[in-house]
């Protein structure tokens, strides 16, 4: 756990299903689907062959139709999640020294650990037993997750975007039975907006335990869930660098003539986004960015410290905003949205998307839902 991945192990791994270590194979083969073109050539072949010359071109007709129509099935290999930073966490760790990039980049791959590890409890699972008549099948438990990380430090546009892509392999031990079989596709998919709101959540605890930041609830438009952002980040440097690479070739290439004349070299990712910063802040960015973050430690709450009438509050503001978006909805519609209500320790936000008062554990029997 924790190391670094060859590329020959992935290959092993999602290429063809097997240990990445030993090299043997983990359960059944990955299942291999006809092409379209193949689906084509079978079908045709399989026609009767007295048909006349033109009721097997009628006959060729549709099957092409009918073959096009349809989608080709592939062979699951692994789940792709991507676990991003808020914006202003971005812009932050983007404009900041060494020392808070270290720090900030930790706290981030904490939440993904953490999220990670929630997905092997209450996530993932395999189907076994021989389906019956009405399809019906056992989902059961599997020992855990086998999954390798990519971080990624910008965006397609080169803009700061801290992310890691998590890939998670379709082949998981049964507890049941000890046998190697694919993840149950289902709560996989299910579950991605939940999980993505959770890692937010839990990677906001970690920047307010290790620099004292607060979040506040930033508007996004008509029909958007408010986002939430650094308190102290200012949205005027977040839009800075939310502008889509046509938008801004302009003043980069100016920026980067400047820093050519300046230094006598192309500036680096880090430089240029450094000398974008301070423009927009009227000072320097990385200064700027040792401020914002050095705060005194606010005193942390633990589960335990919420009382049940609040937490029971919880429980139905989130049903009655989810109930509110959604005709129908799931397990994973609430988790997200109870994600985002207790993000950063905040109590829900309202209808305007402004957060109310922070619960106070000095306060025990005051409710922000009150």
Not at 8 to 36: E, N
Not at 53 to 77: H, I
């Amino acid at each position: 756990m924790g190391e670094r991945v060859s590329e020959d192990q992935l290959q092993l791994l999602i290429g063809t299903g097997c240990d990445p270590i030993t090299g043997d194979k983990l359960g059944l083969g990955f299942p291999a689907y006809k092409s379209q073109e193949q689906r084509i050539e079978a079908r045709i072949a399989a026609l009767d062959q007295t048909l006349t010359p033109g009721a097997k071109g009628e006959a060729v007709a549709q099957v092409v139709a009918e073959e096009t129509a349809r989608s080709t099935r592939r062979a699951v290999a692994g789940f792709d999640f991507t676990f991003s930073i808020p914006k202003s966490a971005s812009v932050l760790w983007a404009v900041a020294d060494a020392g808070v990039q270290a720090l900030i980049g930790e706290a981030h791959h904490r939440a993904v650990a953490e999220v990670v590890a929630f997905m092997e409890r209450e996530v993932a699972a395999t189907r076994t037993g021989a389906t019956a008549g009405d399809g019906a099948v056992a989902q059961v438990d599997v020992t855990g997750l086998i999954a390798t990380a990519f971080d990624h430090f910008d965006s397609r546009a080169g803009d700061p975007h801290l992310h890691t892509h998590v890939v998670i392999s379709n082949k998981a031990k049964t507890v049941l039975d000890g046998k190697w079989r694919s993840l149950d596709g289902r709560p996989m998919h299910a579950a991605v907006v939940a999980l993505s709101e959770l890692h937010e959540a839990v990677f906001a605890d970690h920047m307010t335990r290790t620099f004292g930041v607060s979040w506040e609830a930033r508007e996004m438009g008509r029909d958007r869930n408010p986002a939430w952002a650094i308190t102290g980040v200012p949205e005027e440097l977040v839009t800075e660098f939310s502008t889509r690479a046509r938008h801004i070739d302009a003043e980069k290439n100016r920026l980067i003539d400047e820093y050519v004349a300046q230094h006598g070299r192309q500036p680096s990712n880090a430089a240029e986004w450094r000398t974008r910063a301070s423009n927009t802040l009227g000072q320097d960015a990385t200064s700027w960015a040792r401020e914002i973050t050095d705060n005194d430690k606010p005193m942390l709450l633990r589960a335990d410290d919420v009382p049940l009438d609040v937490i029971g509050e919880l429980g139905r503001s989130v049903v009655e905003v989810v109930g509110e978006k959604r005709s129908t909805w799931r397990r994973w519609n609430l988790m997200a949205e109870a994600s985002r209500q207790t993000m950063a320790g905040a109590s829900p936000p309202c209808r305007t998307g402004r957060p109310s008062s922070r619960w106070s554990p000095t306060q025990p029997n005051s409710s922000p839902f009150a």
